[in-house]
């Protein structure tokens, strides 16, 4: 189980090979399978692969989401907020749990965050969304995931990218061992 957290590294460059259906079904199984604050499944979840929407959504913020515009497939997160108070949270591990089965069945992901980004001065990349997919206002979006065949395996993490420093035990600041 540990090995898919080393192997999991943002991919932002996709080759061309389509995603299989029954792939792109057990990312959303994994999503709907993803657990939620009180059980109330804020989560809702709009594939794209059309390469229009796509273009369009790359241009959500002024950077950092410019590789969707080739992603075989984007999932944009979003959540309730009249249903749960938590949805940041709840869309997060939805988020996670989708990069994570991507990653166990030999495919890329990207988060590209768009909670609390701007389209421009006046525009958020929410209302922007928004506008675009005539999304109701009761859901926020939290991210989207650009998902696809890796174009270039990247390496994995090693153990000198875990910073053991940040874990105390019993009392804040100590060494853990
Ligand atoms: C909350 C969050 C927001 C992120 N937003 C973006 C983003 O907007 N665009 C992007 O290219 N990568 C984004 N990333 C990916 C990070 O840049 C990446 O995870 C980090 O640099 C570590 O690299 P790694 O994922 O390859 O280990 C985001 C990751 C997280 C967890």
Redesign the pocket.
């Known amino acids: 189980m540990l090995d898919i957290f080393y192997n999991?590294?943002?991919?932002?460059k996709f080759s061309d090979q389509p995603i299989e259906d029954e792939k792109i079904k057990k990312i959303l199984t994994a999503a709907l399978l993803a657990p939620s604050s009180r059980g109330l499944r804020p989560c809702e979840f709009i594939l794209v692969n059309d390469p229009v929407l796509l273009e369009k959504l790359s241009i959500s913020?002024p950077?950092?989401?410019t590789?969707l515009k080739h992603s075989p497939l984007a999932i944009i997160i979003a959540g309730d907020k009249t249903l749960s108070d938590v949805w940041v949270e709840d869309c997060?591990i939805a988020?996670?749990f989708i990069q994570l089965e991507a990653e166990a069945l030999g495919l890329g992901s990207?988060?590209?965050?768009?909670n609390r980004?701007y389209y421009n001065d006046d525009i958020t990349s929410n209302e922007y969304i928004h506008d675009l997919f005539n999304i109701p206002d009761r859901l926020e979006v939290l991210?989207i995931v650009g998902i696809g065949y890796k174009a270039a395996e990247?390496p994995p993490?090693s153990d000198s990218?875990i910073v053991w420093e940040k874990v105390s035990r019993n009392k804040f600041g100590g060494v853990f061992d």
Do not use: F
């Open positions: 999991r590294r943002s991919t932002r913020k950077h950092g989401a590789l997060s988020s996670i990207c988060w590209v965050q768009i980004r991210s990247r993490l990218d």
